[in-house]
């Protein structure tokens, strides 16, 4: 789990800002600063990522989504989580894929093809599982309006948004089977 959020990290991150320097006109500074101010850009970031989650949760715990929560609650929960290890994850897929996908590749694409690039990429269309597609045109939804952020707001935001959102489904996922002592 470490090692796959060292790599989203940087591998994506640093993706995303050479896609930046090169491929756009762009300057760094202004991309981190962004058209709000840094605490209003968390908290939209934090509130965006908090109510995409809990729309997500309403979804995951519909009865007709029963098989994918059972699958998903075995695939997530085979790491040994820890507090500390859901924070790094979440942190490290929002600074990362947010650079990447927002920062990086929704200037060259619009942000609707990035919203939908970035759901396939994490298999969430799916023609032959039609209730994974179901979560996965929700998904592309929030992803839209995570560039939209990103867009009015700024990188902070849907860095915040992203984060915020696994966070929170990483936490109810694995409640309960945390490590004793990791909270």
Known sequence: MWILGWITLLGFGLAGLALVYFFQEQQLAALWAGNWSFSAQLLAGAMTGFLGAQL??????RPFFRQERVRYHKLINQWNWSARGIVFISFCAGLGEEMFFRAGLQPLLGLWPTAVVFVLIHGYLNP??????????LMVGLIGIFGHLYEQAGILS???AHAVFDAVLL????????RPGSN
Do not use: C
């Open 56 to 61: 997500s949760r309403w979804l995951i715990l």
């Open 128 to 137: 032959f599982n039609w209730r994974i597609s179901v979560y996965g045109l």
């Open 158 to 160: 849907a860095i915040t």
């Open 171 to 178: 936490f109810w996922i694995t409640s309960g089977r945390l």
